[in-house]
């Protein structure tokens, strides 16, 4: 199956959240991110956007009862950029985790500069 789009990663943010999970939940996580790859249309299921930025989304990933979340970006339509994860514990995604992922989003655009 060809690509759609290309998964990056900004800084060690994402990197540093996969490093913590167990073996089987970061292959669940690959998995997902070669999904959002290959799709042509992502289902929410995957990739929904956040309401209340413009242009931050999050990867979703149900894995084992736990509920991981990406933060991600689109960068010129084909490729997403990877900012940070962590692991939702309630039902509403937490102000302090979407500030820090626009807060990334914003140093990755303004590094491109």
């Not at 490093?19 to 929904?48: C, G, N, S």
């Not at 084992?64 to 514990?89: M, T, Y």
Request: charged share 30%.
């Amino acid at each position: 199956m060809g690509k759609y789009r290309t998964v990056i990663v900004y800084e060690d943010y994402f990197e540093r959240f996969l490093d913590t999970q167990p073996q089987k939940t970061r292959a669940k996580i690959l998995q997902i991110l070669r999904i959002v790859e290959e799709l042509e249309v992502i289902p929410e299921k995957y990739l929904k956007h956040i309401e209340g930025t413009t242009g931050l989304y999050e990867i979703r990933v149900a894995f084992e009862k736990k509920q991981l979340r990406i933060f991600c970006c689109f960068d010129e339509g084909k490729v997403i950029v990877l900012l940070s994860g962590f692991q939702k514990k309630t039902q509403k995604t937490p102000a302090k985790e979407i500030q820090k992922a626009l807060q990334y989003m914003n140093n990755y655009f303004n590094a491109k500069e």
